[in-house]
């Protein structure tokens, strides 16, 4: 989109504070008519508190500053106000309701009607147009589905069909396809290049540099709450590094740390034949006859499309947290053990960092310090049966924040109050409070900003060199291919390859990926 296109979107000197933090300073951001626009930063930059400001959910008053939208002034007190003119936004944290079908989160509050709108609630008419909307999106499960039985990614896609309902002008996407597989990802990346040809904006949040190299017609970087720059693309030279430049204010080299093997030991942890059961449908395998194994100091990568089951494997083996009629054997050191609980996982020193880290990974209402130690108080405990030591609480949490580089000032704040990057840090230090033998790291780096992810590679590399096992599951082949030792492919619930990482490249994963080329590997 050339820079004669009419502005859509002006936001002029946003500043917006809150106590302590004055998150946005003097920010403005130029967004023209029918033209995808990136905007890239850190965790913490302000990106998405840009974002709810023009969305109202930093109602008119809050922030400094003027919006100007289709050549007028707005001044919105609420986001059904946004809505209205046509700007919906899709949160990187979802707002769908778990326990409702995919056709009820989609026409929440906006449900068709029969007799002209004022009777009942047409299901015929909703069902339709849901299949129509999921179709769009490139998601074939039925819409009486429940929320809670799709993965994050499919959820993501169920939040698009639902902002797609709408009359959309400006649409404006904070991390898209920040839980999709690169097969995925690329889907809707063609489809808001659909959505451009039809005259919609597109405001779209990422971490994934590659994918907005590929799209966007511009690109504004903010770094610590202001406005660094705004690239036209159509001029040219825009590559990574230089949004990296601009995101950091330095160059980021070796962003994957360096490993040969050298300290990969004999295998330790073995799975055989292992098979699960989905928990709501039981004639379906979501793990079919699995067989792999880890080595001491060793990261294995497990890759694998959406729904092929990378998920649903690892929560099976972490105390069954997945899954019915679950069969199989596990081994630990030559010697089969019993994992039926998670208590019984973290006994045999096995850990399991959650894809969705806000859900399952964190109690949002905790500070930094309890989150650290919550699963293994044992280990905190003063003499005195059931008290916790708050001086060793205290000082370990502090001794893991300092050692990751969580971005607070003290561990006595709240872990809602942290960007991703760093709450995703707070995670890893909760299990690696627990000692662990072997960490399962599922989608670690997902919405996190390319230096918070640098950071956490290496963390994963100091925790190999230290003798763990690491099993990291990952839609981003990059990051596979950066960090892993060797990698499984998973296509339908059944392990298809495995290759040494120097033998490994996308293509051939992704070969792998999509379809059974070998039996199961032992």
């Known amino acids: 989109m050339g820079t004669d296109a009419p502005a859509i ?3 002029r000197g946003i500043t917006k504070r809150f106590p302590g933090v004055v998150a946005l300073d003097n920010v403005n951001l130029t967004v023209r008519a029918g033209e995808i626009h990136a905007i890239c930063g850190e965790n913490g930059a302000g990106k998405s508190t840009l974002m709810k400001v023009l969305s109202g959910v930093y109602a008119y008053g809050s922030y400094e500053g003027d919006i100007v939208y289709n050549g007028e002034t707005v001044q919105f007190s609420g986001i059904k106000q946004s ?3 046509g700007i919906a936004i899709i949160h990187q944290e979802l707002a769908l309701i778990p326990e409702l079908s995919i056709t009820e989160n989609i026409f929440l509050g906006n449900e068709p009607r029969k007799r002209g709108g004022r009777g009942s609630i047409d299901w015929r008419a909703a069902h339709s147009r849901a299949v129509e909307l999921l179709a769009r999106v490139g998601l074939s499960d039925d819409p009486g589905t429940k929320i809670k039985s799709i993965g994050v990614g499919k ?4 939040e698009i069909a639902k902002a797609l309902n709408k009359n959309v002008k400006l649409l404006i996407l904070d991390e898209p396809t920040a839980a999709l597989n690169e097969s995925d990802s690329q889907h809707l990346l063609d489809l808001l290049r659909g959505l451009k040809s ?15 190299e590929a799209i966007a017609d511009a690109i504004t970087i ?11 693309v159509s001029e040219g030279g825009v590559d990574e590094d230089r949004i990296i430049r601009g995101m950091v204010g330095r160059v980021l080299e070796n962003r994957f740390p360096a490993h040969d093997g050298s300290t990969i030991g004999e295998v330790f942890f073995e799975v055989r034949d292992w098979t699960v059961r989905h928990p709501l449908v039981a004639e379906r395998l979501v793990a079919k006859h699995s067989s792999f194994n880890v080595r001491r100091g060793e990261v294995v990568g497990f890759a694998g499309l959406m729904g092929a089951g990378r998920t649903e494997l690892a929560m099976s083996i972490f105390g069954q947290s997945y899954g019915t009629k679950i069969s199989g054997q596990v081994f630990l050191d030559g010697q089969e053990i019993q994992i039926r609980n998670v208590e019984d996982a973290i006994k045999h020193g096995i850990a399991y960092v959650s894809e969705d880290r806000k859900a399952l990974g964190l109690n949002l209402l905790d500070d930094i310090k309890t989150s650290v130690v919550s699963a293994k108080l044992s280990k905190i405990s003063s003499k005195r049966i059931g008290s916790i030591d708050a001086f060793k609480e205290h000082a370990v949490a502090d001794e893991y924040r300092k050692s990751l580089r969580v971005k607070t000032p003290t561990v006595d704040e709240g872990v809602s109050k942290l960007s991703g990057g760093n709450q995703q840090k707070v995670v890893l230090a909760k299990w690696m409070f627990t000692d662990p033998r072997l960490l399962i790291l599922d989608e670690p780096t997902r919405g996190i900003d390319v230096g918070a992810k640098t950071e956490i590679y290496q ?3 100091r925790l190999a060199e230290s003798g763990a096992g690491i099993i990291l599951i990952s839609s981003e082949l990059p ?12 296509f339908e619930g059944r392990i298809t390859d495995e290759l040494p990482v120097a033998q490994a490249n996308p293509e051939s994963l992704m070969r792998s990926m999509t379809s059974i080329r070998k039996k199961d590997v032992a």
């Open 459 to 461: 963390i994963i590399r």
């Open 198 to 212: 039809r005259g919609i904006t597109s405001i779209m949040i990422s971490h994934k540099l590659n994918e907005i």
């Open 222 to 232: 903010l770094r610590d709450g202001h406005t660094i720059e705004t690239i036209d």
């Open 9 to 11: 979107l002006e936001m």
């Open 155 to 158: 959820q993501q896609l169920v």
């Open 479 to 490: 990051e596979l291919l950066g960090v892993a030792d060797r990698i499984y492919t998973i």
């Open 83 to 85: 809505e209205a003119a």
